[in-house]
């Protein structure tokens, strides 16, 4: 049953679920009693948090297979206009989470940011849970333009862009770990936030375009050729528009909420 103007929905074994966290449940065959659970809190934390509206594509990497991991939180229906993966290359699928095999392994989200994004109002996350220094492209998408990601380079540094096409953004010192809650925000045309774990670090750097291309998880999707492949392992990620540094700890809480009650927190 619905419960009017709440969203809930009933189980078929009498426990209340959020209903958009109820259709991804469904799609993605999830059955686990901790993995539901974790599911329904990620969900109804993000929407008392005002998070959920602003998010274009979730996935939460949960159920520990190819077929579960494919689905969008937000839209999880089978489809390339839902914004669901498909995975390319190689892969390792667990209860932690997808891991690349660094040589071929990619993700294509078929969300391409001209058609769904705002030049001055986007953001990519991405939760690693390895700790390691490689000069790779975690997430992103490059033509003349781009909005992608390099955790944690060989020289320790972070390095990244969000809707520009010269030079990066880059930590002014090496990061004690790439084993965390990583998001690139731009939510103005003149300004780029960086936010690790929650905490915000911010950059001047001016907008330039929207790339025209598909963004990838595990390596970068440059000029419609998947390069720079990663062999760190993911978590969860997330696509949308930008984030107000209050909603952007909001989201790291919600986030880790759900990873702990997983039992796969970083």
């Known amino acids: 049953m619905i419960l009017a103007n709440h969203g809930i929905v009933s189980s078929s074994g009498g426990l209340l679920y959020d209903a ?9 065959s999830i059955t686990d009693n901790t993995q539901k659970t974790a599911i329904n809190t990620l969900v109804t934390d993000l929407k008392g948090y005002n998070i959920w509206t602003k998010m274009k594509a979730l996935y939460p990497f949960v159920g520990g297979s190819a077929t579960s991991h494919k689905y969008n939180l937000k839209d999880p229906r089978d489809l390339d206009a839902a914004y669901r993966l498909v995975f390319n290359g190689g892969w390792t699928h667990s209860a932690t989470g997808i891991l690349p ?7 294509d989200t078929k969300l391409n940011p001209s058609s769904v994004l705002s030049l001055n109002s986007t953001h990519l996350s991405i ?7 490689i000069l790779k492209v975690d997430m992103g998408v490059y033509d003349t333009s781009g909005v992608y ?3 944690r ?3 320790g540094k972070t390095y990244f862009r969000v809707n520009r096409n010269a030079g990066y953004s880059e930590a002014s010192s090496a990061l004690s770990t790439s084993a965390l809650f990583y998001m690139i925000n731009r939510p103005s045309s003149n300004s780029e936030k960086l936010h690790l774990n929650g905490a915000t670090v911010n950059f001047g750097d001016p907008s330039f375009a929207l790339p025209n291309q598909n963004i990838y998880i595990g390596a ?4 419609n050729t ?19 540094d209050t909603e952007a700890a909001n989201f790291y809480t919600a986030v880790q909420t759900f ?4 039992n796969r927190q970083v």
């Open 153 to 155: 380079s060989t020289d």
């Open 101 to 107: 095999n660094g040589t071929t392994g990619y993700a």
């Open 220 to 223: 970068i999707n440059d000029n």
């Open 127 to 133: 939760y690693s849970r390895t700790n390691s220094s």
């Open 149 to 151: 990601a390099v955790i």
């Open 20 to 28: 958009d966290a109820l259709a991804f449940m469904t799609a993605a």
């Open 259 to 262: 990873q702990t009650t997983l």
């Open 226 to 244: 998947a390069a720079s492949y990663s062999s760190r392992e993911y978590a969860f990620s997330s696509i949308g528009d930008s984030l107000s």
